[in-house]
């Protein structure tokens, strides 16, 4: 385990009880520069996650609560005419911080989520013709509730796919709440957490995530993961080669993470469900046979050889 | 101590059941090797397994031992007192005598003393090696296995009959091995030793095993397909051909078991000049004892005739006008005189003797101390007879009433004969009016009935079985022997006196010169035939073997009177030998060019089955053992490999191959570090997770790294043998 990533696993511990592979797959998430949606239903803790390492990274913290009546502007920012200056001028929306949390994105009009997602994508906004771009870090951290829930939008799944992983926070076992419980007696325990790491090491580190070795044999093993996705039989439609890039940074990021300079089957084992399972697209038949894309997943995992040996040796 | 007192008896009944096992080692050795002394190695053996029960300090039990030893051998081979002066002299004189024999690799030299205590030593070992197969192995297996093996070899090979043994050795046998599961059980289960649970296991083995060895016992069990396989091994082995005295190839003395198959031998005996084609005629037997030929009274009355003179048969003669000789110049001298049908006496160079016993009419060549003598050529003289049809004609079935007692061996039969044999002759006869016309309905029964001529398919009759009647009914196949048997069997249940006729086939005919031809009599050539008593023109010939042609000569006189007969027997006769000798020639070019090849291989198939068994057995022991000695070939070679990352690369595919061999075999989408997790919690280690680790690094990573390989060689070694253990 990396020892800058420790300390601030063990920072966000003392917010989130039991949250553990939460907060590392959002960190994962952050080291390989992409973005994380967070499904689950409200009160689980994901804003006291997100606050907490954006806390831990001294990082700058914005959120947005979306709303069906949010518009665009309230995401990106607007220009405003200042009487003064007889100019425009351009006030930055939340969006332009280092970790931005969107809550309930599901929640808002298709026209402001997509004004967020392109802003994700292209880490900058264009607003009266001007392009600024994002400074990185960037971190958006999405909610969603599950999509029963009524009066929502859900996200295409072409959106879907601007995420790199998805996440399922989960309720917290009964010891876990237990100790939830205690501490908040002791007021605010996100109060107490300092900074264990600057914005300038972040890049740093996301730098060197990018250096993680990948041998070709584990980079066709995760092509063969991918392209098993696409001829599966209750899968309408596979996962994009966006995916199949997604699942290598992120599984670099891991592998980063854990203290390693490569990245091994296990580190494309794990990541797959969070990579892939949101990307998919089931047929009806999956429906009916009570299929879930993490079950199909799994029996992906299962049947595809896992190379013992390099490449160039195969 | 109540434990240990418990698995002390338990020990103690182990090593009774072994005693008994080894005494059945013990008494089929000392049968065959003739040994006396029986009482004295079951002793030994006794004593040596109670040292071994009461795990007495090796040394002192080693001095008991030797002690016995050397008792044993002062006693039984010295004749004086064992604690007499004179023991110690013997023991020291034999020692001196064995070791100089053993030192100068002369072996033969060797005193049975010496050998007795080899074997004693050898037993000793035994004990050893059973002491560590029950208390340590706790398997007895192989030990049971070679002796029910032993037994059943001894049984089948040689004149020890295991029949008791057998069914001892495989009671015990598998008791022991049962207990000794259980003993393996409960040690593997880590279970204290709880009798009564133990007890609850191994008294329904022991019932089990009672029970089906009872109903097994008492099971009916048909006879063996293959009664006695020796004839058959040596036949295969080549081991065959030397012609006298073999039983079923060339001319053979005793024929009280008939039956089997035999090979073919082409070893030429004797060569014979003649004019005429003759059926060489050796003796004749006379009691059938449902299994074979024996001859009743034997030696009753043997009269010795000098060269030259007239030999007296009770065989017909022709007239003295046609007195001819045939040369017979004997490649294998034989000590019997080979005789033609209207033999009448014999010329030889040498002044022999030749003594010919009434009952057989088989002539001994002998010396005139009466030392047996090797005639290389002899010239016989003879005068072929020439029946009269008519008076063939003449022999109805009345006069065989007439015959006097002197017949009555002709006609004997076994009690134990089945009845269907003796209905079969009278539905056979029961159209013919003569005598003659009912000995040839017989002879002609064989050709039209479905019997087959061959040599290798010929059956043995089981133990309760009657040769002729297993021929005639199951089998229908075979040679002269089942089927001059079966003639002879028939005619007497008809009430017609016959015999049974050995000797040779006329042989392979060769180049006439001066009205004279050449006869090539071979092993292959051993014959035997029927003679048959006619009423009026006595005993005659008659060949009821298909593919061979008797040699009657006929004188159809009555050829006027009924001319439908004459049609009917003569070309019986005549034109079928020139037929049958044109066949043996295309045979005999045909297989001439294979012969050498074939008779090549013959030598060697023994060679080969012997060493194909052994390679085959070797393969499969190999195969079966492979989780053990793959994994210790490996060991071996990477001891010698250099420590670095292409020998720790293919090092770890190795141990993978052996994991999967011991069924710890990597899932196709499992990762190798979730492999190694398993295969650790499988072993109980955590050895393959540190090499998984290193492996991993040298898989997927791109750096080199410092690696400890001789820890790492540590690691893989120690789970090879984890894997093997």
Not at chain 2, 666 to 689: N, S
Request: charged share 20%; with cysteine; proline share 5%.
């Amino acid at each position: 385990m990396n020892s800058q990533i420790k300390n601030v696993l063990e920072n966000i511990e003392k917010v989130i009880i039991g949250k553990r592979e939460v907060a590392e797959l959002s960190i994962v998430a952050l080291l390989a520069r992409g973005h994380v949606l967070l499904e689950d239903v409200p009160g689980v803790g994901k804003t006291m996650m997100v606050r907490s390492l954006a806390k831990s990274f001294d990082a700058q913290f914005k959120r947005i609560q979306f709303t069906p009546d949010l518009l665009p502007s309230d995401v990106v920012g607007i220009s405003i005419y200042n009487p003064k200056t007889m100019e425009f001028e351009f006030r930055p929306g939340p969006i332009m911080g280092d970790v931005v949390l969107a809550d309930e994105i599901n929640r808002t009009s298709p026209k402001t989520q997509s004004a967020l997602l392109e802003a994700m994508e292209e880490t900058s906004v264009t607003i009266d013709g001007n392009t600024l771009a994002i400074n990185q870090p960037f971190f958006v951290m999405a909610t969603q509730n599950p999509i029963e829930h009524e009066g929502t939008y859900p996200l295409p799944e072409a959106q879907l796919d601007r995420f790199l992983l998805k996440i399922k926070m989960g309720y917290p076992s009964r010891g876990e709440e237990v100790e939830i419980l205690r501490r908040a007696e002791n007021g605010k325990p996100i109060e107490q957490i300092k900074s264990v790491l600057s914005v300038a090491q972040l890049i740093e580190l996301q730098e060197l995530v990018q250096g993680v070795y990948v041998e070709d044999s584990v980079k066709s093993y995760m092509v063969e993961l991918a392209s098993q996705t696409r001829e599966h039989n209750y899968v309408h439609l596979g996962v994009s080669p966006r995916a199949t890039i997604a699942l290598m940074k992120a599984s670099q990021a891991y592998a980063f993470m854990k203290g390693r300079s490569y990245v091994t089957p296990d580190d494309v084992q794990y990541l797959v469900p969070f990579v892939f399972s949101h990307r998919l697209v089931l047929k009806p038949d999956a429906r009916y046979d009570h299929v879930t894309a993490d079950e199909i997943l799994e029996r992906i995992i299962a049947q595809t050889p896992v190379p013992t040996k390099r490449f160039a040796e195969q | 101590m109540k434990q240990s007192v418990a698995e002390f008896l338990e020990l103690a009944v182990a090593y009774l059941i072994i005693f008994f096992i080894l005494r059945e080692w013990l008494v089929p050795i000392m049968q065959l090797t003739n040994t006396g002394g029986f009482q004295f190695f079951l002793v030994f053996i006794g004593l040596s397994l109670v040292l071994s029960l009461l795990q007495v300090h090796p040394l002192l039990s080693g001095v008991v031992k030797f002690g016995y030893i050397t008792w044993f051998i002062a006693y039984i081979y010295n004749d004086r007192p064992v604690l007499s002066s004179g023991t110690l002299p013997f023991l020291l004189s034999e020692w001196k005598w064995n070791m100089t024999a053993i030192l100068s690799g002369d072996f033969g030299q060797v005193s049975d003393a010496f050998r007795t205590v080899l074997f004693l030593i050898l037993i000793w070992m035994l004990i050893y090696l059973i002491h560590h197969w029950v208390s340590v192995k706790k398997n007895i297996f192989y030990f049971f296995g070679m002796t029910v093996f032993f037994i059943a070899t001894l049984d089948t090979f040689s004149d020890y009959d295991g029949k008791g043994a057998i069914v001892k050795v495989v009671v015990l046998g598998l008791i022991m091995t049962g207990v000794l599961f259980v003993k393996r059980l409960w040690l593997q289960a880590d279970a204290t030793s709880n009798i009564v649970e133990k007890w609850k296991v191994i008294i329904p083995m022991l019932v089990s095993v009672l029970l089906v060895s009872t109903v097994a016992f008492y099971l009916p069990k048909t006879g063996p397909t293959w009664a006695d396989p020796v004839p058959f091994i040596k036949g295969v082995t080549g081991q065959v051909g030397n012609g006298i005295g073999q039983k079923t190839v060339g001319y053979g003395e005793d024929d009280s078991q008939l039956g089997g198959p035999f090979q073919g031998d082409d070893t030429l005996v004797f060569t014979a000049t003649s004019r005429d084609r003759h059926y060489w005629r050796v003796e004749t037997k006379d009691t059938y004892t449902t299994k074979g030929w024996i001859v009743s009274e034997e030696g009753m009355n043997e009269v010795p005739y000098e060269s030259g003179m007239l030999i007296r048969t009770s065989l017909q003669v022709g007239s003295p006008e046609d007195e001819r000789q045939a040369q017979l110049e004997m490649d294998v001298p034989l000590p019997f005189l080979i005789q033609t049908y209207g033999f009448i006496g014999v010329s030889a160079q040498d002044s022999a003797l030749f003594v010919q016993n009434e009952q057989t009419e088989k002539v001994l060549i002998k010396q005139h101390n009466g030392e047996s003598l090797l005639l290389p050529s002899y010239s016989l003289s003879y005068s072929e007879p020439i029946y009269s049809m008519e008076q063939l004609q003449m022999s109805y079935t009345s006069t065989l009433e007439t015959l006097d007692a002197s017949f009555d061996r002709f006609l004997q039969l076994p009690d134990e004969l089945p009845i269907r044999v003796r209905d079969l002759a009278m539905t056979i006869i029961q159209d013919e009016s003569t005598v003659y016309d009912q000995i040839k309905a017989v002879e002609n029964y064989f050709k039209t009935n479905g019997f087959r001529y061959d040599k290798t398919e010929a059956a043995i009759p089981a133990e309760n079985q009657d040769y002729v009647d297993q021929f005639l009914f199951d089998t229908k196949v075979g040679y002269c022997d089942n089927f001059s048997t079966s003639m002879v069997v028939l005619l007497r249940s008809a009430g017609i006196p016959a015999r049974w006729v050995k000797g040779f086939a006329p042989g392979q005919p060769g180049t006439m010169s001066d009205g004279m031809r050449e006869y090539k009599v071979t092993n292959d050539n051993a014959h035997s035939w029927v003679e048959a008593y006619v009423p009026g023109a006595g005993w005659m010939e008659f060949e009821p073997t298909i593919g061979f042609t008797g040699n009657i000569n006929i004188d159809y006189d009555l050829s006027l009177d009924t001319p439908e007969q004459q049609e009917v027997i003569e070309p019986e006769q005549k034109p079928e030998q020139p037929q049958q000798q044109e066949a043996q020639k295309t045979q005999n070019r045909s297989t001439l060019s294979l012969d050498a090849i074939w008779t090549w291989l013959k030598k060697l198939t023994y060679v080969w089955v012997v060493l194909l068994v052994l390679l085959l057995i070797t393969a499969i022991t190999l195969f079966f053992q492979r989780k053990k000695w793959i994994p210790k070939m490996h060991v071996r070679a990477y001891r010698k490999k250099a420590a670095d990352w292409s020998s720790f690369d293919s090092s770890y595919h190795v141990l993978l191959k052996q994991l999967a061999r011991i069924g710890l075999r990597k899932r196709d989408g499992e990762t190798l570090r979730a492999f190694a997790e398993r295969v650790d919690a499988a072993l109980e280690t955590d050895e393959m997770q540190k090499l998984t680790a290193v492996y991993e690094q040298h898989v997927y990573g791109n750096e080199a790294q410092e690696i400890d390989f001789v820890k790492l060689k540590e690691s893989w070694e120690y789970l090879i043998n984890r894997t093997i253990s």
